[in-house]
């Protein structure tokens, strides 16, 4: 059992969802005669994983995914808490309404606990106090054109006015840093088109984007640090690695920056990407291999803080699996059921613990969004979610196994590492070797200070 970064055995106590004492391997039984015992012999028990990024696209465009299948995939993964972002839903969660909408949608149809990012647009800029009050673990924003017509992009100046802001709120800002230099993806192309390209496509968003983007980013919030607002600045899914010395240098300057990046940046990598396979498109890209190392550098040395699936489905009809037209299909990756065996897969071969990962996939991001005193430690006080895991298990990822909704994967085939064989959410058990387990029992995570229920944080 995973305890403060160190596996041992041990026993894990639980009442009413709670764990309320771990105790010796070895512990008379007989002493707790009521008791429902589980004995998992020498597996591994870590803490459910949390995962900050995931879209649900519910409601509106709940035929790309839908609380029901991700939340389902994602106990499968491991993972017992999410986050969902505010977009590819429609309505976008940019108001309390949409965000009130979301909640009722939820309930009932979650099979692990789930907490939501509100959305920063132009338009509500003056509002945000109301999405912020109603219990948004924090806010999301774009700089760069979002793929869905009523989530625009935010400016500079947008940018300073929401962390000034939310920086009172304690509440962090996370933001899709890209900045275009030209008007289109296809003008860095000089014309020339993308087609089926992968290199074209990914000449088409650059690392600069990232670079300038999270440049800009930094000089904004060091302004508002200069006049005493700290806001928490966390750059979403970051691939380019150039952009790791800027986000250092901004921690080492007091900045309270954090970034994420994800499996997809972190196993897979261009060389070996096949043109005229959509599967692959996000945004930004997954880079070349000698990106991807230095990306690992970076999770080595603290600078990016943890690792999110960006779980992002669509219909296969968007991802233009039979043109294979790069240019034009949706960008996004489906992972979220595969994240833990992926990542671990990697990290063992690059010398890294079990324990690091969990750190990666679970402590941190829980801090991240505020629930690190309930979620990603096993712990007395903490909520009993936990995972049993086999770290030796060996097997390849096959569509049939998959739970979201649409059975799309850039890594079917793909030979991993690392079995989740049970997953409890709140000392009940949830997903056990391929099954899910009884009914839904998600609970909505909404920030401490405000809050539209009694799920609260
Ligand atoms: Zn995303």
């Not at 962090?172 to 074209?200: F, M, N, W």
């Not at 607002?229 to 920056?257: C, N, P, Y």
């Not at 261009?270 to 396979?277: M, Q, R, V, Y």
């Not at 949706?330 to 833990?340: D, K, V, Y």
């Amino acid at each position: 059992m995973l305890i403060d970064g160190t596996f041992d055995a041990a026993s894990l106590l639980v009442s009413d969802g709670i764990i309320t004492e771990i105790r010796s391997f070895d512990l008379d039984t007989a002493e707790y005669e009521d008791a429902v015992v589980h004995d998992f012999g020498h597996k591994l028990i870590i803490p459910g994983l949390v995962d900050t990024h995931v879209h649900i696209n519910e409601p509106g465009r709940t035929h790309w995914e839908g609380f029901h299948y991700a939340t389902r995939a994602a106990a499968a993964g491991g993972i017992t808490s999410l986050v969902d972002m505010p977009l590819n839903s429609s309505p976008v969660t940019t108001n309390v309404s949409a965000l009130e909408q979301k909640l009722r949608l939820f309930k009932g149809n979650g099979w692990v606990d789930c907490g939501f990012w509100g959305g920063v647009v132009p338009q509500n800029i003056d509002d945000l106090d109301d999405l912020l009050d109603a219990g948004v673990l924090g806010l999301k924003a774009f700089t760069i054109e979002s793929g869905i017509d009523e989530f625009p992009e935010v400016n500079a100046e947008h940018l300073t006015k929401v962390m000034r802001k939310i920086g009172k709120y304690q509440l962090p800002l996370l933001v899709h840093a890209e900045l275009q230099d030209c008007h289109t993806e296809h003008d860095v192309l000089q014309g020339t088109p993308i087609g089926k390209s992968y290199s074209r496509f990914l000449a088409s968003r650059p690392k600069r984007w990232e670079n300038n983007a999270i440049k800009l980013l930094i000089a904004l919030a060091s302004s508002t640090n200069d006049d005493g607002i700290f806001t928490k600045l966390h750059i979403v899914h970051l691939s380019s690695s150039d952009a790791l010395s800027l986000i250092k240098e901004g921690k080492e300057k007091g900045l309270r920056i954090s970034a994420e990046t994800c499996p997809h940046y972190l196993s897979l990598f261009s060389e070996a990407i096949p043109d005229g396979n959509c599967i692959f498109k996000c945004c930004p890209p997954i880079r070349d291999n000698a990106n991807r190392d230095l990306l690992w550098g970076g999770l080595a040395d603290g600078t990016i803080d943890f690792i999110v699936s960006d779980h992002s489905p669509s219909p296969p009809e968007l991802k233009q699996l039979e043109s294979g037209d790069l240019e034009n299909a949706w960008g996004g990756i489906s992972s979220i059921q595969f994240g833990l065996p992926l990542s671990w897969t990697e990290a063992k071969n690059r010398g890294f613990d079990l324990s690091k990962v969990i750190e990666w996939m679970s402590t941190n991001p829980a801090k991240f969004c505020g629930l690190e005193k309930r979620k990603g430690r096993l712990a007395p006080s903490f909520d009993a979610d936990f995972v049993v895991f086999d770290d030796h298990a060996e097997y390849v990822i096959e569509e049939q196994n998959i739970l979201y909704r649409h059975k799309l994967s850039p890594y079917i085939g793909a030979r991993v590492m690392g079995l989740v064989e049970k997953t409890f959410l709140r000392g009940n058990l949830v997903y056990s070797d391929g099954d899910i387990i009884g009914f839904p029992k998600g609970q909505t995570l909404m920030n401490h200070r405000h809050s539209l229920n009694d799920g609260s944080v």
